[in-house]
């Protein structure tokens, strides 16, 4: 949607629910209060979808609880990353909060795709945007696929980066409110409710991965202006994905479920499937490192780092990531043993 971008209101990732389900009741409600008629067709791909996205974001602007705003203090640097995206953190209803910004998301997505296009395959099982029909059983429509096309491709690039990573952050927040589902308290699960745990939980983690491969859905011969974006004095020298506060969350929470022992009572299928709907998402950001140079250049972080003295081999993008997820995906399983 041109014009100044939209902010997107998220809790403090460490105030969310303890629940999936706590979401999807503050999503069913909010859409019970959407204007009657304009949510659908603002999803929609007629004449006046357009429109409609315009005025329900007007409406939400006005509308929708934006809790009381706040900060946070870790990890370093991320209420500089914050901003830099048009994210704003606020405490109140955390459950409420998050599926606000969820539907303000899905018109912000869905009208970027609808004017640009994509560069990526179809999504027939609209992983994308579809989180919202498995949290409250009622369909959301999925957007046309049509090809990279946009007016201005400068412009639509970095459109693209700021609303597919606003996307991303709800997504990382509804990620780690699912992998808290899987944890029954400390009891053994029923075999029915632990197998809807874990499918939840990886159609969720699925979704996620799709949103950061939005989020670099742009030719990569664009990136360059990007990229120049994320440089001082715009942001701090090094500025990384490490300093985005939901994925901090995420690994913090994949080590508390671990230490209280989730992975110890799931059965070993489950822990399977946990593992591996988790290397989708580890391999999506390799795939944006390799589309954007990685293979032989390296992160903002790691120019930084490698100008400061001591012997070192300098670490291309690609070789960050793929350390990172093994260190990430080292975090779920069973507890050590003493």
Request: glycine share 10%; proline share 7%; with cysteine.
């Amino acid at each position: 949607m041109p014009g100044s971008p939209t902010v997107l209101t998220l809790p403090l990732p460490t105030d969310l629910p303890a629940t999936t389900a706590r979401v999807g009741e503050q999503l069913t409600l909010l859409h019970e209060g959407l204007p009657p008629g304009l949510y659908t067709t603002a999803l929609q791909d007629g004449p006046n979808a357009a429109a409609a996205r315009t005025e329900l974001l007007a409406w939400c602007d006005t509308r929708l609880d934006r809790g009381v705003p706040a900060e946070g203090s870790r990890p370093a640097g991320g209420d500089i990353h914050d901003r830099f995206f048009s994210v704003q953190r606020a405490g109140g209803s955390s459950a409420g909060l998050l599926a606000a910004a969820l539907v303000v998301s899905d018109l912000l997505v869905h009208d970027d795709l609808a004017r640009n296009g994509s560069t990526l395959d179809e999504d027939p099982d609209n992983l994308l945007l579809g989180v919202g029909t498995l949290l409250t059983g009622v369909p959301t429509p999925a957007v046309k696929h049509t090809r990279w096309q946009p007016a201005d491709p400068a412009a639509a690039a970095q459109e693209r980066w700021l609303v597919g990573h606003q996307r991303f952050f709800v997504m990382l927040q509804l990620l780690i409110v699912a992998l808290r589902d899987l944890d029954d308290g400390g009891t053994a699960h029923e075999e029915e409710q632990e197998g809807e745990a874990v499918r939840a939980f990886g159609r969720i983690c699925r979704s996620t991965a799709v949103s950061m491969r939005y989020a670099a859905d742009f030719p990569p011969e664009l990136y360059g202006p990007v990229r120049d974006t994320m440089t001082p004095p715009t942001v701090n020298a090094g500025f990384s994905g490490l300093q985005t506060r939901d994925h901090h969350a995420l690994v913090a929470q994949m080590r508390q479920s671990r230490n209280s022992g989730v992975f110890d009572r799931l059965a070993p299928a489950s822990v399977t499937a946990v593992h591996a709907s988790v290397q989708h998402l580890y391999d999506a950001h390799v795939w944006v490192c390799a589309r954007f140079g990685g293979a032989t250049q390296q992160s903002l972080l790691m120019a930084q780092t490698a100008q400061q003295p001591g012997p070192r081999r300098p670490e291309t993008g690609v070789e960050a990531a793929e350390r990172l997820a093994r260190q990430r995906l080292g975090h779920l399983g069973p507890r050590a043993s003493g």
